[in-house]
């Protein structure tokens, strides 16, 4: 197998399906920064931990690199509008939506199949990316079914299989 690029490994990589998530925290000037992500992963049970990461070049990065708290919505199949809503660089994510403030003030969007409210442990440096890890100090589950991405599209759940 040969690797080809970047191109060529985000292709390959995209055969693994993931849910799909949005980071939101506060930003050093108070107002609210988030972002659609699918890098969300449980690390530890006992104590609770998650790991998400973020791109050097991503438009709120300094947000989350100061952030003391974050939270992680998992997005529930309807809720395509609100995964491409975060995924864009605009600085209006939040306008006409009604989000609530969480633990440290951390935005709570309205809609999500669950959601993580994190404290920041560790932020490790992993290409160019840098890996979060946060303990969960609350968190919520509606138990709706999960939005999927898979090969660069969105998919409902599938029935499960025997």
Known sequence: MTLNG???????????????????????????????????NSVSLEPPLV????????KCFDAFMRADYFAIHVLGEKQQDLSGRFATRDNDKF???????????????PEFAACFECSTE????????VIIVGRVRRFEDRELDP?????GAYHGKRSPTS
């Open 95 to 109: 306008v006409d939506l009604d989000w609530a403030q969480g633990l440290n003030g951390n935005p709570i969007l």
């Open 147 to 151: 939005l999927i991405f898979y090969r």
């Open 51 to 58: 790991l998400w990461s973020i791109a050097h070049d991503a």
């Open 122 to 129: 560790h932020r490790y440096e992993g290409g160019d990316h």
């Open 6 to 40: 970047p191109d060529d490994f985000r292709k390959a990589y995209g055969c693994f399906a993931t849910g799909v998530a949005v980071a939101t925290t506060v930003g050093a000037d108070g107002e609210p920064a988030g972002m659609t992500i699918s890098s969300f």
